[in-house]
Nanobody, 121 residues
Framework: QVQLVESGGGLVQPGGSLRLSCAAS????????MGWYRQAPGKQRELVAT???????NYVDSVKGRFTISRDNAKNTVYLQMNSLKPEDPAVYYC???????????????WGQGTQVTVSS
């Protein structure tokens, strides 16, 4: 079974940096699109960043220039480097793996348990 385990969350001051990691198992990681999502209290879960098997990346406008998503296929791990953190960034961050399927709906999403990121001075 596919399993995703996030780590690296914690408390950081505004302007500080944090790196999140997501270790995947139970899938051919190298061919999967990976992503990071976040959900703040009382708000809907939103996409933060994605990275394809070919290394193509996509970011939500609010984090462009500050966050960087990357992957290490040898370690089955995806990272989210978070720089210049702002007070509006705190949320639970979730790792996502999208797996292609032979039958409809042709893809399936898998989620980690989430890791809390808190920005406070």
């Amino acid at each position: 079974q596919v399993q995703l385990v996030e780590s690296g969350g914690g408390l950081v001051q505004p302007g500080g940096s944090l790196r999140l990691s997501c270790a995947a198992s139970g899938s051919r990681f190298s061919i999967n699109t990976m992503g990071w999502y976040r959900q703040a209290p009382g708000k809907q879960r939103e996409l933060v960043a994605t990275i394809t098997s070919g290394g193509s990346t996509n970011y939500v406008d609010s984090v462009k220039g500050r966050f960087t998503i990357s992957r290490d296929n040898a370690k089955n791990t995806v990272y989210l480097q978070m720089n210049s953190l702002k007070p509006e960034d705190p949320a639970v961050y979730y790792c996502n793996l999208q797996r292609r399927l032979v039958l409809p709906p042709y893809n399936a999403d898998y989620w980690g348990q989430g890791t809390q990121v808190t920005v406070s001075s």
